[in-house]
């Protein structure tokens, strides 16, 4: 659509009798189309708690996302916000209601889901945003959270999760993929009933990407999560010998 843009506009010229050569180069693009109508989220600067990179279908082509959640004192409610569709908030809950059912699992204590309440947003709320396959992502920044465990910022992943846990196929995955080189993630984890669509995808481009073919959410969170890091060590000074304290004499 772009390119006939542009060969519109040139034809437009010759019809109206003025003499054009065109020879369209990356500068030049914005000169016939305008400024950039879409600009493509990327990678996080670093791994943090509570964040996940998901992968994301649009109309334009594949895009990343990132999924947040928050933990705050409460009764165990789930806020979700972002401008959500109705597929998606079911699938957020569906990442929820496993994590609390298989905490222990997780290494996270039961009482957490007790104490806490959890808030999951996904930015740009004002693009309207729905399907299923965000539901390992918001697993993965819920299980973070929950645990104190970042998420790796170099991971990207896109899935539906049911209760039990299980990884269930999804669309546009050659669309995500490319979101994925595009942002600059070369790792990522897609359902394995979508391994056939990877030969969608360019093989100079297939190449360049690590590809993890998941069934269960264990190997997801497997994946995502890093150790839980270490609090820094606060110097403490030794005790005060008895020669060193106040008012106490030395002897020679």
């Not at 396959?133 to 959270?145: E, K, N, R, Y």
């Amino acid at each position: 659509r772009e390119i006939g843009a542009i060969c519109r506009k040139v034809a437009t010229k010759l019809a109206q009798g003025k003499p054009v050569r065109v020879r369209v180069t990356p500068r030049q693009v914005e000169k016939f189309l305008g400024p950039v109508k879409f600009l493509p989220e990327t990678q996080l600067r670093d791994h943090q708690v509570g964040v996940a990179t998901g992968l994301a279908w649009t109309p334009v082509g594949g895009d990343i996302l990132h999924v947040e959640a928050l933990a705050l004192p409460g009764k165990g409610e789930l806020r979700l916000t972002g401008h959500l569709g109705e597929v998606m908030k079911e699938s957020a809950q569906a990442a929820a209601s496993y994590l609390r059912a298989n905490a222990a699992t997780f290494g996270i204590p039961p009482e957490f889901f007790e104490n806490h309440s959890f808030h999951v947003h996904v930015p740009a709320g004002a693009i309207p945003k729905d399907g299923p396959s965000a539901g390992i992502t918001v697993l993965a920044a819920l299980a973070s959270v929950a645990s104190g465990r970042p998420v790796r910022r170099d991971l990207a992943m896109t899935g539906e999760i049911t209760l039990r846990g299980q990884i269930l196929p999804v669309g546009g995955i050659k669309e995500k993929l490319l979101a994925a080189l595009r942002a600059g993630i070369f790792e990522v984890c897609i359902p394995k009933e979508n391994q056939r669509d990877l030969t969608e995808l360019p093989p100079p481009l297939r190449r360049k990407l690590t590809v993890h073919l998941v069934e269960e959410a264990g190997e997801v969170l497997k994946l995502a999560l890093l150790p839980r890091p270490e609090a820094p060590q606060v110097p403490v000074a030794a005790p005060a010998t008895e020669a060193s304290q106040p008012g106490a004499e030395s002897t020679p």
